[in-house]
Antibody
Framework: QVQLVESGGGVVQPGTSLRLSCAVS????????MHWVRQAPGKGLEWVAV????????YYVDSVKGRFTISRDNSKNTLYLQMDSLRAEDTAVYHC??????????????WGQGTLVTVSS | DIQMTQSPSSLSASVGDRVTITCRAS??????LAWFQQKPGKAPKSLIS???SLQSGVPSKFSGSGSGTDFTLTISSLQPEDFATYYC?????????FGGGTKVEIK
């Protein structure tokens, strides 16, 4: 069955960096687009970034452009989110999510449980 | 950016009730609309894509409709396991955007 397992979250100070990972199984990772979606405590869902099946297409929400980088290693079945210059407003649970196709205009069909990132001094 | 407006933001309903949630896009998105269910402390679950197509394994009591700017999610007969928060999302244009959510509570 499809599994998405995030890791790498933690408590960090403003201005520092963190890299999240999402290890996947149960499907051919290299054939599907992948997303990061976050949820601040007590708030709704916010889309963060997407990457196409081969890494050739990437988009970001404006609030993270220039600070976050989405990438993937298809040989390791792993999705990444490099987060630099972290701010307090980046505090959230970060979910990875699988699209139902290879391109970036496909809906999400599976979600991971998420990893909590807390940015605080 | 495309704004997604859900209504109501919360509702109280009884087991067996028919519930309808609406989602309005600030511009036309054809049928590039998905619905998700989220229970407290859990990952979201995908219910519907392309405005009306049920994801695999989702019971037929859930249905979606609409195109363009106005969409609805209907739960035909509310059951205890359906009490949750529901979100719509457009995937027509980047950045992708979610509605603010509708919390369905027990009356």
């Amino acid at each position: 069955q499809v599994q998405l397992v995030e890791s790498g979250g933690g408590v960090v100070q403003p201005g520092t960096s963190l890299r999240l990972s999402c290890a996947v199984s149960g499907f051919t990772f290299s054939s599907y687009g992948m997303h990061w979606v976050r949820q601040a405590p007590g708030k709704g869902l916010e889309w963060v970034a997407v990457i196409s099946y081969d890494g050739s297409d990437k988009y970001y929400v404006d609030s993270v452009k220039g600070r976050f980088t989405i990438s993937r290693d298809n040989s390791k079945n792993t999705l990444y989110l490099q987060m630099d210059s972290l701010r307090a407003e980046d505090t959230a649970v970060y979910h990875c999510a699988k699209a139902d196709g290879g391109g970036i205009y496909r809906p999400v069909d599976y979600w991971g449980q998420g990893t909590l990132v807390t940015v605080s001094s | 950016d495309i704004q997604m407006t859900q209504s109501p933001s919360s509702l109280s309903a009884s087991v067996g009730d028919r519930v309808t949630i609406t989602c309005r896009a600030s511009q036309g998105i054809s049928n590039y609309l998905a619905w998700f269910q989220q229970k407290p402390g859990k990952a979201p679950k995908s219910l519907i894509s392309a405005a009306s197509s049920l994801q695999s394994g989702v019971p037929s009591k859930f249905s979606g409709s609409g195109s363009g700017t106005d969409f609805t999610l209907t739960i035909s007969s509310l059951q205890p396991e359906d009490f949750a928060t529901y979100y719509c999302q457009q995937y027509s244009t980047y950045p992708l955007t979610f509605g603010g959510g509708t919390k369905v509570e027990i009356k």
